[in-house]
């Protein structure tokens, strides 16, 4: 399916733009998706103490 396809349809969740912005740029940024104390859980499972390198 090409991006006028979907272009086509109705927006639902993402807004006419925010989804035109996808098929631009190949990415999307999508400001305060993610609640900040669930990126704050993110980047303490991330560490380095939870994936220590083993080279």
Known sequence: MLAED?????ARVLSQNQRE???RDG???VESLIP???IDG????ASA???P???
Not at 42 to 45: E, G, L, Q
Request: charged share 15%; no cysteine; aromatic share 24%.
């Open 27 to 29: 990415f999307l940024v």
């Open 53 to 55: 390198y083993t080279g």
């Open 42 to 45: 993110i980047n303490a499972y």
């Open 36 to 38: 900040e104390d669930g």
């Open 49 to 51: 103490d939870a994936f």
């Open 6 to 10: 979907i272009l086509r349809h109705p």
């Open 21 to 23: 912005a996808y098929f």
